[in-house]
């Protein structure tokens, strides 16, 4: 559980080479009441990703220590903020840290380190300065016909109130380049994050790509997913700004 | 001068006073004073002079000066609960910043300690 991530000298080559790529990438995860589920995350994203920072959200459980135990960095708000804030907290203290790119990952396990990768990847050889993860750019991903239902309205005011041409607004897993990183800050703490993040990346005027991912829609990520109303939250945050 | 009057009267005086003590603002702290002796003193005006009232609500073609009254305070009660979201917003918008000053802060404290613990294990951080 609290083992170190792998060596360089006495694992594989190829692990230890995307250990030494990653060293300027942080990997922030907003933390709140996860505590079941965050340590596999961190686990599993430090045998890529060296840096690996959580934001504990003001849980009321353990999740801060398990995920510290786990190998990650934490940053502790005293009190609950919110996912928007704590995503600020996570970049402002990967800039902090010399963070050359940021990733954006869901501490409840539906993202996977390999889509991580890829993106950071992608940023890197395609010169982007975003890269969100979309879970319909392919079929892999059945998120169910309500929740697709929802979250493709999203994408559309999304699309329609930010001109932008994206087909997933609310994907948790994103990368994010030190210098649209800057540009960002999220203010409105309980607003559909998501959604000022977008707003916030594509007034920076920077490049940007969609990359697909797969979203792995556990029984536990499932029952703690955005609810039908959250969506009214989103539509109304997006008209009303 | 009947009794209601009088305690209605007192009432007045005493949410003015209160008010102007309460009202800390910096620019428009006098503007809102006087604002709030215009009110005081117009209700005063209404409490002794009830027919006043009623000129004026037939003014405007309300019926009964009780009626207007209500309509003005509907909109002014709106118009406070607005001005109250308000400020609760900003003051969120400081509350975060302190919290995450705070959380920052503290995470620069434990990098510095585990970095005196274990020279080796350096991990580049500003202080």
């Given at each position: 559980?609290?083992?170190?991530?792998?060596?360089?000298?006495?694992?594989?080559?190829?692990?230890?080479?995307?250990?030494?790529?990653?060293?300027?990438?942080?990997?922030?995860?907003?933390?709140?009441?996860?505590?079941?589920?965050?340590?596999?995350?961190?686990?599993?994203?430090?045998?890529?990703?060296?840096?690996?920072?959580?934001i504990d959200d003001g849980s009321s459980d353990s999740g801060g220590q398990v995920a510290l135990e786990a190998g990650a960095k934490l940053v502790?708000?005293?009190?609950?903020?919110?996912?928007?804030?704590?995503?600020?907290?996570?970049?402002?203290?990967?800039?902090?840290?010399?963070?050359?790119?940021?990733?954006?990952?869901?501490?409840?396990?539906?993202?996977?380190?390999?889509?991580?990768?890829?993106?950071?990847?992608?940023?890197?050889?395609?010169?982007?300065?975003?890269?969100?993860?979309?879970?319909?750019?392919?079929?892999?991903?059945?998120?169910?016909?309500?929740?697709?239902?929802?979250?493709?309205?999203?994408?559309?005011?999304?699309?329609?109130?930010?001109?932008?041409?994206?087909?997933?607004?609310?994907?948790?897993?994103?990368?994010?380049?030190?210098?649209?990183?800057?540009?960002?800050?999220?203010?409105?703490?309980?607003?559909?994050?998501?959604?000022?993040?977008?707003?916030?990346?594509?007034?920076?005027?920077?490049?940007?790509?969609?990359?697909?991912?797969?979203?792995?829609?556990?029984?536990?990520?499932?029952?703690?997913?955005?609810?039908?109303?959250?969506?009214?939250?989103?539509?109304?945050?997006?008209?009303?700004? | 001068?009947?009794?209601?009057?009088?305690?209605?009267?007192?009432?007045?005086?005493?949410?003015?006073?209160?008010?102007?003590?309460?009202?800390?603002?910096?620019?428009?702290?006098?503007?809102?004073?006087?604002?709030?002796?215009?009110?005081?003193?117009?209700?005063?005006?209404?409490?002794?002079?009830?027919?006043?009232?009623?000129?004026?609500?037939?003014?405007?073609?309300?019926?009964?000066?009780?009626?207007?009254?209500?309509?003005?305070?509907?909109?002014?009660?709106?118009?406070?609960?607005?001005?109250?979201?308000?400020?609760?917003?900003?003051?969120?918008?400081?509350?975060?910043?302190?919290?995450?000053?705070?959380?920052?802060?503290?995470?620069?404290?434990?990098?510095?300690?585990?970095?005196?613990?274990k020279p080796s294990d350096s991990n580049g951080e500003l202080a």
């Amino acid at each position: 559980m609290t083992e170190a991530p792998a060596d360089p000298e006495t694992n594989g080559s190829h692990l230890a080479e995307s250990l030494g790529q990653n060293n300027a990438v942080w990997v922030v995860i907003p933390l709140y009441n996860e505590a079941t589920v965050i340590s596999a995350v961190v686990e599993d994203l430090l045998q890529v990703f060296p840096n690996v920072v959580c934001i504990d959200d003001g849980s009321s459980d353990s999740g801060g220590q398990v995920a510290l135990e786990a190998g990650a960095k934490l940053v502790s708000h005293p009190i609950n903020l919110g996912q928007g804030a704590a995503l600020q907290t996570g970049f402002e203290y990967a800039l902090e840290r010399g963070a050359k790119y940021v990733v954006t990952f869901d501490a409840d396990g539906q993202h996977r380190t390999v889509d991580a990768q890829m993106m950071v990847q992608r940023a890197q050889d395609e010169n982007l300065a975003i890269v969100f993860g979309s879970r319909f750019l392919d079929d892999r991903t059945n998120p169910g016909f309500m929740k697709k239902m929802v979250l493709k309205t999203a994408v559309a005011v999304t699309n329609w109130t930010t001109r932008t041409r994206l087909t997933d607004a609310h994907n948790g897993l994103r990368v994010i380049r030190e210098d649209a990183l800057r540009k960002v800050h999220l203010k409105q703490d309980r607003m559909a994050h998501g959604t000022e993040i977008i707003v916030q990346l594509g007034r920076a005027g920077l490049p940007y790509a969609e990359h697909p991912v797969e979203v792995l829609y556990t029984e536990y990520s499932k029952a703690k997913g955005q609810s039908l109303l959250n969506s009214v939250n989103i539509l109304i945050d997006l008209l009303i700004r | 001068m009947t009794f209601f009057q009088l305690f209605l009267i007192l009432g007045i005086l005493t949410a003015a006073v209160l008010t102007l003590r309460f009202l800390r603002g910096e620019r428009s702290l006098a503007v809102k004073r006087i604002l709030a002796l215009a009110a005081a003193l117009a209700a005063i005006i209404a409490i002794l002079f009830p027919d006043l009232l009623t000129t004026i609500a037939h003014f405007f073609g309300v019926g009964r000066g009780a009626d207007f009254l209500l309509y003005v305070s509907v909109i002014g009660v709106i118009l406070f609960a607005v001005a109250t979201v308000r400020a609760k917003a900003r003051s969120d918008a400081r509350v975060t910043q302190l919290a995450r000053a705070v959380a920052l802060m503290e995470a620069r404290l434990l990098d510095q300690r585990s970095a005196t613990n274990k020279p080796s294990d350096s991990n580049g951080e500003l202080a």
